[in-house]
């Protein structure tokens, strides 16, 4: 048999569809990002939780082993250093579920990603 999986229309939807296991973490993320940057509006996109501001900010998305946060941003040698472990290609990152959710550096990835949003909506006169 094969059930297909219902579109989420919000993000509490989305994560409502994950064992209660994942959906800790994915409150977690929402959170992080909810506390990084509290002016971004929350939507799904591509079927995945997703914040805007003035355009797509970020969005993550759990899998079977891992959670993908969308797009990864570049940064400093260092930042990007401390990211190196986690990112799979070039924009995307991933944290494994059977490791620590490192949940505060979510929020540093949050804090330079909505800076870089912000200077490319500015250098393109938006």
């Known amino acids: 048999m ?3 999986k219902t579109k989420p229309k919000n993000i509490d939807d989305y994560i409502a569809s994950y ?3 994942v959906q800790i ?3 977690k993320i929402r959170k992080k990002i909810r506390e990084a940057v509290p002016e971004a509006e929350e939507t799904i996109k591509y079927e995945m939780p997703t914040f805007t501001l003035n355009g797509n900010l970020i969005s993550f998305g759990a899998y079977k082993k891992h959670i993908g946060i969308y797009p990864a941003p570049s940064g400093s040698e260092a930042f990007n250093n401390e990211l190196a472990e986690y990112k799979t290609e070039k924009s995307t990152l ?3 579920l059977d490791r620590p959710i490192p949940y505060d550096l979510i929020s540093k990835v949050v804090k330079v990603r909505v800076n870089e949003h912000l200077a490319n909506l500015e ?3 938006k």
Do not use: H, M, T
Request: net charge negative; aromatic share 6%.
């Open 94 to 96: 991933r944290f494994a």
């Open 2 to 4: 094969n059930v297909e």
């Open 123 to 125: 250098a393109k006169g």
């Open 19 to 21: 064992p209660s296991d």
């Open 25 to 27: 973490i994915l409150e």
